[in-house]
């Protein structure tokens, strides 16, 4: 007989119908992905990155498919862009119940040659803007006691990487600000985690030569990249109903190249 004694579920795959998510850099690579999954699942997405046509593209696709999606331009880097994109939001919907930060950059140098404009561009970016959206947008989760919040990280983050300590920085610094915001928010039916990929095929990554890509290779146990589907996947799990009593967790999507 089993011991186990929590209530019994019959999840399926997560639907988001009815609900509206915002993915930041939701036109190219991992965010179109996680884009293009989410509006599968039913969600009504809102597309965002700095390039209006990139996003009303991204946008376009998931309508010819049969989704409900639209594009907006917003730089995460920047307070006024953020305040009204999500001011204008919030008008329209009156919350935005699914979060999904995964805009991020990367400009990459060893230390001893790192100016300061390339550790403040890619600080003010990856963790000031994660600060920026959820001071934006949570507001409105917890009028609504609801919300849903996943922070895209990186296995960098947690490895470390030469000429990245700007960007492993930046990741890191969004974990333990995303820890921070479940305990904060977890008493409001919002819950905070981060899906931090390894490495996955897109155009932050389309630049690696091919010794570079066979060395990181050699490091993933399952031999392959991975696609932003595989971490598409992840991010709609944590958003859906099958990951509510999950908060401030890490997922890592990585095929095994660190564990
Ligand atoms: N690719 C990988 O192997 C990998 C591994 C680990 C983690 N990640 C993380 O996954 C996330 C997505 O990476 P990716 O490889 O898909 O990147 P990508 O292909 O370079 O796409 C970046 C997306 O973010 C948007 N963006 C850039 N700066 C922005 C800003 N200031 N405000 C709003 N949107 C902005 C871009 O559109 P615009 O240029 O039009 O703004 C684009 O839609 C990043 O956080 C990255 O750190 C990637």
């Known amino acids: 007989m089993s011991t186990f004694e929590g209530p019994a579920t019959s999840e399926g795959p997560a ?56 594009g907006i331009s917003l ?7 953020v305040e009204a994109g999500v001011k204008a939001l919030v008008s329209d919907y009156g919350t935005i119940p699914l979060l999904v930060n995964n805009a991020g950059i990367t400009r990459d140098n060893l230390l001893l ?10 600080i003010g970016t990856n963790l000031t803007g994660i600060y920026r959206m959820c001071r934006a947008v949570v507001p409105s989760m917890v009028k609504k006691r609801f919300g849903r ?13 030469p000429g990245q300590s700007n960007y492993a920085a930046s ?25 931090a990929p390894g490495f996955i095929e897109t155009d932050m990554t389309a630049d690696l030569g091919e010794d570079t890509r066979k060395k990181l290779l050699d490091q993933v146990p399952i ?15 944590l958003l859906g109903d099958g990951a509510s009593y999950i908060t401030g967790c890490t997922l890592e999507v990585n095929g095994g190249m660190y564990m």
């Open 149 to 161: 919040i996943v922070n895209v990280t990186s296995v960098v983050g947690s490895m470390g990487n």
């Open 15 to 70: 639907s988001f119908e009815g609900k509206v998510a915002l993915v930041t850099g939701g036109s190219r690579g991992i965010g179109r992905g996680i884009s293009q999954a989410l509006a599968d699942s039913g969600a009504e997405v809102v597309v965002a990155a700095r390039g209006l046509e990139g996003a009303e593209r991204t946008a376009a696709e998931i309508v010819e498919s049969g989704g409900k999606a639209r």
């Open 113 to 122: 040659r790192m100016k300061k404009d390339e550790w403040d561009h890619v």
């Open 75 to 81: 730089d995460i880097g920047d307070d006024a862009s």
């Open 223 to 237: 031999k392959r990249l991975g696609t932003p589907q595989d971490v598409a996947a992840a991010v709609s799990f």
């Open 171 to 195: 990741k890191s610094g969004i974990e333990g600000f995303s820890r921070s915001l479940a305990r904060e928010l977890a008493s409001r039916n919002i819950t905070v985690n981060c899906v």
